[in-house]
Nanobody
Framework: QVQLVESGGGSVQAGDSLTLSCVVSGRTFRIYTVGWFRQAPGKDREFVAARHWNVANGSLTRYSDSAKGRFTISRDHARDAAYLQMNFLKPEDTAVYFC????????????WGQGTQVTVSS
């Protein structure tokens, strides 16, 4: 089992940057992929970005079309943490952002944090 805690959300202006953090505890050595998702009011949760957790599995990253070129997912291997650097934020990026982990290549993202709110005003 793993536990995830997100932080770093806040209220910013369009064009600003924000970095979200996800600190993971528990059996982190079993994690295969870490991902970021978001859910805007009245909308379904959507994928934002993901990457391998351990270097041994590679460092491949994936991004949604809306995140490509603006967001960067990274890992701090000295800590059990992942980050989402968000640049050139837009009002449509307003959502609760969640991090989640996948324990096997074809498994679900089964462990989730509580989320952190990001609000972007125009």
């Amino acid at each position: 089992q793993v536990q995830l805690v997100e932080s770093g959300g806040g209220s910013v202006q369009a064009g600003d940057s924000l970095t979200l953090s996800c600190v993971v505890s528990g059996r982190t050595f079993r994690i295969y992929t870490v991902g970021w998702f978001r859910q805007a009011p009245g909308k379904d949760r959507e994928f934002v970005a993901a990457r391998h957790w351990n270097v041994a599995n590679g460092s491949l990253t994936r991004y949604s079309d809306s995140a490509k070129g603006r967001f960067t997912i990274s890992r701090d291997h000295a800590r059990d943490a992942a980050y989402l650097q968000m640049n050139f934020l837009k009002p449509e990026d307003t959502a609760v952002y969640f991090c989640a982990v996948q324990m096997t290549p074809r498994g679900d993202f089964g462990s989730w944090g509580q989320g952190t709110q990001v609000t972007v005003s125009s």
